[in-house]
C-alpha cells in the first residue's frame, strides 16, 4: 500500500504491516543523500534507519510481495532467532 508519513510512522510502531526491514519498501535516494542517512555496521541496522527515513518522507509505499529471495548465512543474526 501507499502510505502519508505519519499513517507509516504509527504502523511501523504499532502494526504488522510495516515492519522495519528494508527489503519491502521503495526508498527515493535523496531520504538518503539530502539527509545523510547510511546504514550504520551493528545489528539490526534496519531498525536503526527506518524510522528515520519515514520522518523525512512524504509517502511510504510498502510491496506486498517478494521481489527478490535472500540467502541467509548461518552466522547471520536471523540464523539465530
Known sequence: ????RDVALNKLLHDTQIQSMPWNKIYKRSLFTDYGITFPT???EDIAITNRLFTHAKK???IDRALYYYNQQSSSTLATI
Open 60 to 62: 511510504v509505499v510498502v
Open 42 to 44: 551493528m545489528t539490526f
Open 1 to 4: 500500500g501507499v502510505f502519508n
